[in-house]
């Protein structure tokens, strides 16, 4: 099995920034591709950034340049930096890591594993 504990979360203002954490523990290593996804009640998730097994990103482009995925391998923890922060980047964030190295970017909602989430209010 596969735990992910996302933090970072809370409440900003408009152009602020924010880093998520997420500490992974169990059958997990630096191969599995991991990502952070969005959900609000009601909605589907959306991914919000993909890392792979190989350390390739994908970001997705309403947040392309204002936030990076990257992961510590030597300590199994996935991190969001999260930059200029908007009220539309409202909502709460998962954590997910896939079986294997490889994913895409629509696929991280529906990954196999995932955290509890952590809420980001962006005020304006």
């Known amino acids: 099995q596969v735990q992910l504990v996302e933090s970072g979360g809370g409440s900003v203002q408009a152009g602020e920034s924010l880093t998520l954490s997420c500490v992974a523990s169990?059958?997990?290593?630096?191969?599995?591709?991991m990502g952070w996804f969005r959900q609000d009640p009601g909605k589907d998730g959306e991914g919000v950034a993909l890392?792979?097994?190989?350390?390739?990103?994908t970001v997705a482009d309403s947040v392309q340049a204002r936030f990076a995925i990257s992961r510590d391998n030597a300590k199994n923890i996935l991190y969001l930096q999260m930059n200029s922060l908007r009220p539309e980047d409202t909502g709460m964030y998962f954590c997910?890591?896939?079986?294997?190295?490889?994913?895409?970017?629509?696929?991280?909602?529906?990954?196999?594993?995932r955290g509890q989430g952590t809420q980001v209010t962006v005020s304006s």
């Open positions: 890392i792979l097994g190989d350390g390739r990103t």
């Open positions: 997910a890591a896939g079986r294997g190295p490889y994913g895409s970017l629509a696929a991280v909602p529906v990954f196999a594993y």
């Open positions: 169990g059958r997990i290593s630096s191969q599995n591709s």
